[in-house]
């Protein structure tokens, strides 16, 4: 969980899966992983996590195109190693998101890894009081990335306030 509000960073590093580990790979590959329904991961990751928004009374993010951009990259560059797992470059992204969009307000990030399903991550991240306080978080759009290295899926989440 990453959050950068202003100029000011609060920076934790809550490590959701720890059980998991992170088998060595010698080839990172990306894809766009379907659940049921023919959906995307990315997709059923913004349903799970605007139902939970909705059962709290928050209106949905909207997912937005570039900034899944920035989270897929980011995600294909924890599953490929060449960055490890966590927040690095997260400045980065949200600078990038401001080159493109204008002045994000407000940003937040959830990465996680594992063999979980759309709906198990989401449902990681809501029992995680950092995780769960950035899905909560008055947040307006979002993106969303995810990447395989094996049998491994990593995921992020980045939050912005526009």
């Known amino acids: 969980m990453f959050v950068l509000k202003g100029r000011s960073i609060l920076t934790f590093l809550v490590v959701l899966f720890s059980a998991f580990q992170v088998s060595a790979c010698s080839h990172a590959t990306t894809r766009q992983a379907s659940d049921e329904g023919g959906n995307t991961m990315e997709e059923q990751i913004l349903y799970y996590t605007n139902r939970f928004r909705a059962s709290k009374g928050l209106k949905p993010l909207q997912l937005d195109s570039y900034c899944s951009q920035q989270a897929a990259r980011h995600s294909r560059d924890m599953a490929d190693g060449s960055t490890g797992f966590g927040h690095e470059g997260f400045e980065d992204r949200v600078a990038n998101i401001s080159k493109k969009m204008g002045r994000v307000g407000s940003a937040a990030e959830n990465v996680a890894y594992g063999t979980l399903s ?4 989401v449902d990681g991240w ?3 009081p950092g995780h769960r306080k950035n899905m909560l978080g008055d947040y307006n759009l979002i993106g969303i990335g995810s990447a395989r290295s094996g049998r491994i899926t990593f995921f992020t989440q980045v939050f912005i306030k526009k």
């Open 118 to 121: 759309a709906e198990a991550v």
């Open 126 to 128: 809501i029992k995680s």
